[in-house]
């Protein structure tokens, strides 16, 4: 079965450069994704990544992949009091059908002014 | 706004009450997806429609939960005889032939008192 953890806080100073990391067991191929939600919202897709790839980069969103132990990581460089929220690791089955998604319990992160 | 709609946002009823939520997605998303999310958890997966097939459905959904979709486009989520443990947060998501990108809605919080 597929089961995904991520560490539950993450504090950084306005401007520094933020990185949270998620770790995955599904060894099937897969879509990873990462989501923000803020609070009392729903999820925000901010980028997704297939297992195929190594990195990704979107603007201040950089994912990196290491298939290998089964970590995804995702930076956000320099950091802003907007990007406070929980962020959440996923991961979906590709192939497998419905295409559900498998969260993390989330990271919050919190941006020190 | 043509994004996924929830409603009602919120929802406070006593034990043993029947509750209903209605999830409105993304026009002409034929997939839809209903999450549960408890305080400090990550999303868990319910159930999805594809169109109005309901084609997979989580060991989550006790047989208290029922969901339809029953022209393709919208759809309903109901609860009968809640129980104090079916607090949460219902976020319901959609997406089309991308299947890999889901987007959610805003999401209607239960409290069940």
């Known amino acids: 079965g597929e089961d995904v953890e991520q560490s539950l806080f993450l504090s950084v100073r306005e401007g520094d450069s933020s990185v949270i990391n998620c770790t995955y067991t599904?060894?099937?191929?897969?879509?990873l994704y990462w989501y923000k939600q803020e609070p009392g919202a729903g999820l925000q897709l901010l980028t997704y990544?297939?297992?195929?790839?190594d990195m990704k980069q979107d603007q201040r969103l950089t994912v990196l992949l290491n298939k290998k132990d089964k970590h995804l990581s995702l930076r956000i460089a320099d950091t802003q009091t907007g990007d406070s929220a929980i962020y959440f690791c996923?991961?979906?089955?590709f192939g497998a059908g419905s295409y559900q998604l498998t969260f993390g319990k989330g990271t919050k992160l919190s941006v020190i002014p | 706004d043509t994004g996924v709609s929830q409603n009602p946002r919120h929802k406070i009823t006593k034990r043993g009450q029947n509750v209903t939520f209605r999830c409105d997605p993304i026009?002409?998303?034929?997939?839809l997806y209903w999450y549960r999310q408890t305080l400090g958890q990550g999303p868990e997966f319910l159930t999805y429609?594809?169109?109005?097939?309901?084609?997979?459905k989580s060991r989550l959904l006790s047989d208290r939960f029922s969901a339809e979709r029953p022209k393709g486009s919208f759809s309903t989520l109901e609860i009968q005889r809640t129980e104090q443990g079916d607090s949460a947060m219902y976020l319901c998501?959609?997406?089309?032939?991308?299947?890999?990108?889901?987007?959610f809605g805003p999401g209607t919080r239960l409290t069940v008192t």
């Open positions: 599904d060894s099937s191929s897969t879509y």
């Open positions: 429609f594809q169109n109005e097939a309901q084609l997979e």
């Open positions: 990544i297939f297992s195929n790839m």
């Open positions: 026009s002409e998303h034929n997939r």
């Open positions: 996923a991961e979906s089955p």
């Open positions: 998501a959609s997406s089309t032939h991308r299947l890999y990108e889901q987007y």
